[in-house]
């Protein structure tokens, strides 16, 4: 409700037009913008309103021929620069685009001042550049691979600068399990050149770490000459570990970054550049998981599949053991049956054999030989006897004619028989001569003579 004390309350009518920002939330939105659009720029001009008030800080323009820009150098930044820059100087600056939001003035935060055109150190630089160049060490062919997993990492650069810092807060974030060992050495001075190749030296003969960052912050080009360094050079070249050259800010070259095998444009992008990112990796798990997961599912599904079609040719392992356990009953009673006929048989066969080896036993066939060769010695005896009877009675009728027809009988009735002397019986008288001796056999006996004379047949008469 709205009354400006002139007459009755009315109801108050909303109001809608657009919410007019704050002239403190404009200068801050564009100073956001600004920071977050110009990361880092370099800006040539002529130097004009130089001050230095107590606070050691400088304030200054640049300016071309149509416009200036206000600029700012804080003490921190500006204690690094040798020569004291004077009205009129043509310059070259460094910094970051801001805006100053009391005064809502546009204006560049200086980081590095120097002289515009080519100074000593810039001739410097490049004259070494050609030299190392002509020598081969920026030749691609032989710059050494990183490795796509490290096992260790080493890192050459200040203890207390923010290079290290930055380069372990990448580690920490994309992969925290490589171990980082720090090689300690002085990146600003004269003495740096001389410490950073001692540390690079440490770094080979301590021979745990597979790649090398070699690096610092961003400066001025005289902040960062000891990477423009001859010796600093040809370390790096002769360095047996893979090395990242990362020296000062991404506008920011020097010779050591075309020697190294590798040029990061900062120190968190070389730590960047090689280390793996642990939340790409824990996707890429995950997607794996995830296809292992679908694949496992679909065999799964398609065994599952397979065990249901098993199952439903499958039999009921209860079924089937009481049909085996029927099946040995039958089998059971048909070898029973089977041995009860085949004992059975055996009976049979053998009382058969039994009655056959009765038939065939030696007592019985003993005693029917024993029988045999009675009747056999019965009939033996009887036709002996018989032979024997018929064989006297032959002999006695043989006998009878033998004793007919015997010289003995004819002996006994006076003749003799007479032999030689060589037995040989005498029948004619021719067939001895006188004086032999011979021999007479009679009927009783046998007598010797000596023949004393002899007649012939004819002598003697018929």
């Not at 098993?310 to 041995?339: F, G, V």
Request: proline share 5%; net charge positive.
């Amino acid at each position: 409700m709205y009354n400006d004390g002139s007459g009755p309350t009315t109801p108050h009518l909303q109001d809608t037009r657009p919410r007019a920002l704050s002239v403190s939330e404009l200068n801050h939105q564009a100073r956001h913008l600004l920071e977050s659009s110009f990361m880092q720029v370099w800006v040539e001009g002529e130097l004009s309103g130089f001050s230095r008030p107590s606070s050691g800080h400088w304030y200054f323009s640049l300016k071309d021929r149509k416009c200036q820009v206000r600029c700012a150098m804080f003490r921190g930044m500006n204690q690094r620069i040798r020569a004291l820059p004077k009205e009129g100087d043509q310059v070259r600056i460094r910094g970051k685009v801001t805006l100053y939001e009391n005064r809502g003035d546009f204006q560049i935060i200086v980081e590095h001042i120097e002289p515009a055109g080519l100074g000593a150190l810039q001739q410097a630089f490049e004259e070494l550049k050609r030299k190392l160049l002509a020598e081969g060490l920026f030749d691609q062919a032989r710059k050494k691979p990183l490795p796509s997993l490290p096992r260790h990492i080493g890192v050459v650069t200040s203890p207390t600068g923010a290079a290290i810092h930055d380069i372990l807060t990448v580690l920490a974030r994309r992969c925290p399990a490589i171990p980082v060992t720090l090689y300690p050495t002085a990146v600003q001075g004269k003495a740096a050149t001389a410490d950073i190749v001692g540390a690079i030296e440490a770094a080979q003969n301590h021979g745990v770490a597979d790649v090398l960052i070699i690096g610092r912050g961003g400066g001025s080009l005289e902040d960062l000459w000891c990477f423009n360094e001859e010796a600093v050079a040809r370390a790096i070249a002769a360095c047996r570990i893979p090395t990242v050259s990362a020296v000062g800010h991404e506008v920011d070259v020097t010779i050591a970054d075309f020697v190294a095998d590798l040029r990061a444009p900062t120190p968190s992008a070389a730590a960047e550049k090689i280390s793996p990112d642990q939340s790409d990796w824990l996707r890429q798990l995950r997607e794996r998981e995830f296809r292992l997961s679908n694949a496992m599912g679909l065999a799964l599904k398609r065994l599952g599949t397979q065990l249901g079609h098993l199952s439903a040719r499958l039999r009921d392992p209860r079924r089937e053991l009481l049909e085996k356990a029927q099946r040995m009953d039958e089998l059971e009673m048909r070898l029973q049956k089977a041995i009860r006929q085949r004992l059975t048989t055996v009976g049979v066969r053998n009382v058969h054999l039994r009655q056959r080896l009765v038939m065939q036993s030696p007592r019985r066939q003993l005693s029917d030989s024993q029988d045999a060769l009675r009747r056999v010695s019965e009939r033996l005896v009887s036709v002996m006897q018989q032979g024997l009877k018929q064989r006297h009675e032959t002999a006695g009728r043989a006998a009878q004619t033998l004793n007919v027809v015997s010289p003995l009988a004819t002996l006994g009735r006076g003749y003799s028989i007479v032999r030689d002397s060589r037995g040989n019986i005498l029948r004619d008288a021719s067939n001895v001569n006188l004086g032999d001796t011979i021999s007479a056999r009679v009927a009783r006996g046998e007598m010797t003579a000596k023949v004393t004379s002899v007649k012939s047949a004819e002598e003697t008469g018929p």
